[in-house]
């Protein structure tokens, strides 16, 4: 059985028996709910169960729902008025995070949708600067773009390189940026994930690199040898000593044939 086996289990459960149902909601006044916009159809299902007993307290935004790929619904927290006559809705509309033109974007985006958010977000912040909406036919337009306008700011208006910062959704999505930046060959920091360079497999591939640009280059030697099968630390050590002693690449390679 997997997550959601288990869930439709106990729901179903749950859903016959009124003994079991009640006993387990006596024990409870409240039940609170955050990220709403995240859960499914059976999440919602079982939390029902519990409604007649228990008072439901849920958090969500409606509008940064993201999760619908792996089955979250969104009108779980949209339609909790309807669903639920009763309940209550508190609006949080001051905005901690933003200035006001960002959430100017964001509330004309809302306005924009055919569903009914009826909400104004407000910045206690206050105002900034203006965003700039770009569109991109690919990842890797939208890459060098973002490095030629790092580029630019340096040489026009002498920004450093640490006045940037660049946020992404996933630390997949940052890959194609990256190689725009080794590319035009700008320094950064990487938060959240492995940069490029450091990861393994690219090591890996330049450790041989390495040893053909420079024969003498024991540790990327020493990475090389541990990419073949049956060869470990002590054997790496051994040939890596060998290798090192060699003039040329072609008596190197020769030596580890």
């Not at 792996?70 to 309940?87: C, I, M, T």
């Not at 995070?97 to 977000?121: A, C, F, G, H, M």
Request: net charge negative; hydrophobic share 40%; charged share 30%.
């Amino acid at each position: 059985m997997d997550y959601d086996d288990l869930l439709n289990s106990v729901i179903q459960t749950l859903s016959r028996n009124e003994n079991a149902r009640k006993s387990i909601a006596s024990q409870y006044d409240h039940i609170l709910v955050d990220e709403m916009q995240d859960t499914n159809p059976l999440q919602w299902k079982l939390l029902m169960l519990f409604q007649e007993e228990c008072h439901l307290f849920c958090v969500g935004d409606d509008a940064q729902s993201i999760y619908g790929f792996r089955g979250a619904d969104f009108r779980n927290v949209h339609q909790f008025k309807e669903r639920l006559p009763n309940s209550e809705v508190l609006k949080l509309e001051d905005n901690y995070r933003s200035t006001q033109e960002i959430l100017d974007v964001s509330n004309w985006l809302l306005e924009q949708s055919p569903l009914e958010y009826n909400k104004k977000l407000k910045a206690v912040r206050g105002e900034g600067n203006k965003p700039i909406l770009m569109n991109f036919n690919s990842g890797w337009e939208e890459a060098n773009w973002i490095a030629d306008d790092i580029v630019k700011n340096k040489i026009e208006e002498s920004k450093n390189y640490s006045d940037h910062l660049i946020l992404a959704r996933t630390a997949y999505g940052l890959k194609k940026i990256e190689g725009a930046l080794i590319a035009k060959k700008i320094p950064y920091k990487l938060f959240g994930g492995t940069q490029f360079m450091q990861s393994s497999h690219i090591r890996d591939v330049f450790s041989a690199l390495s040893i053909v640009t420079n024969i003498k280059d024991e540790i990327a030697w020493m990475r090389y040898l541990h990419l073949w099968e049956n060869i470990g630390d002590r054997k790496a050590a051994k040939y890596t000593q060998k290798v090192l002693e060699a003039e040329n690449i072609d008596d190197c390679i020769l030596l580890v044939r």
